[in-house]
């Protein structure tokens, strides 16, 4: 970790693929997920009332009410993991004690170009898509996103890397950053079709790279992971690209 040999191997395979010349390098797609971690609701306790007292005891956590019971990342954390966040992605699902992964992808395969693991909040997503942009690509781009990235700030931020930011517009009782301008080109409705690609990566990190739960407390060790499993889900579709070639 203190190397950062994940990230330097990462970059290696993104490096032969561009090699290789798969890469599209002007029109990416970024997306995040949410990775349950290894901590269970019962370990989110105040934070005034640490150890617990079946802690200092040992076995098995005692069961607990939850109910009317107002908990916040300012009162509360988890006892496991006190760097997982209680997160929900959207008003009808459940909060859930996880990380946020985030993944930058190319259009023409799929291919993943830059990734990020940061702790649950409402900005993380557009945060870690900026500085994976100015970590990543070089020059005049597009970028496809969903609705969560509609903001003003986030399409200032494109604009300022020189980014065209391709993203869904979100008119749910507001109005969207972006206008005719920009979804008039034929480009804004092809990149949105694309950028669907990017749900790919993420069931295959969940199933065959098991990140359906994290393993790992902390951070840095399922930054570590997440890294490395990106590497792999790369090497694999480089080599169903050249068979299908073959």
Same mark, same amino acid.
């Given at each position: 970790? =203190?190397a ?9 395979v993104?490096? /032969?693929?561009? *090699?290789? &010349?798969?890469?599209? $390098? +002007? ?17 989110? #306790?105040?934070?005034?009332?640490? $150890? ?5 005891? *040992? *076995?098995? %956590? &005692? ?5 009317? /019971? &107002?908990r ?8 496991? +993991? $006190? ?12 909060? #859930? ?5 985030h993944?930058?992808? /190319?259009?023409? !395969?799929?291919?993943?170009? +830059?990734? /990020?693991?940061? @702790?649950? +909040?409402?900005?993380? =997503? ?14 005049p781009a ?22 065209? $930011? !391709?993203?869904?517009? %979100? ?9 005719? &301008?920009?979804?008039? !080109? ?12 990017? @749900? ?8 065959? *790279?098991?990140?359906g739960?994290? #393993? ?5 060790? %399922?930054?570590?992971?997440? =890294? ?6 790369n090497?694999?579709?480089?080599? %169903? ?6």
């Amino acid at each position: 970790m =203190e190397a950062d040999a994940a990230r330097v191997l990462h970059k290696e395979v993104v490096k /032969e693929a561009r *090699g290789r &010349r798969l890469l599209s $390098p +002007d029109h990416v797609t970024v997306d995040g997920t949410l990775l349950d971690a290894w901590a269970s609701h019962k370990s989110y #306790r105040p934070r005034d009332k640490w $150890p617990p007292d079946d802690a200092r005891r *040992g *076995g098995r %956590n &005692r069961p607990q009410d939850f109910k009317g /019971e &107002r908990r916040s990342r300012d009162t509360h954390a988890s006892t496991t +993991d $006190p760097q997982a966040r209680l997160y929900r992605k959207g008003q009808q699902q459940e909060a #859930r004690l996880c990380y946020l992964g985030h993944v930058l992808t /190319e259009n023409r !395969h799929g291919l993943v170009v +830059d990734v /990020e693991l940061t @702790e649950a +909040d409402g900005y993380a =997503e557009r945060d870690a898509a900026l500085t994976m942009l100015e970590r990543s690509v070089r020059g005049p781009a597009t970028l496809g996103a969903d609705r969560a990235y509609d903001t003003r700030d986030f399409v200032w931020g494109l604009r300022s890397l020189g980014v065209t $930011p !391709h993203v869904a517009q %979100n008119e749910r009782g507001r109005r969207s950053a972006i206008d005719g &301008r920009t979804t008039r !080109h034929p480009g804004y409705a092809q990149s949105q079709r694309r950028r669907k690609i990017v @749900e790919e990566v993420f069931g295959w990190i969940k199933t065959v *790279g098991a990140g359906g739960k994290l #393993r790992y407390l902390g951070r840095a060790h %399922n930054k570590l992971w997440f =890294e490395l499993t990106a590497a792999a889900y790369n090497l694999t579709r480089l080599a %169903n690209i050249e068979a299908a070639a073959a």
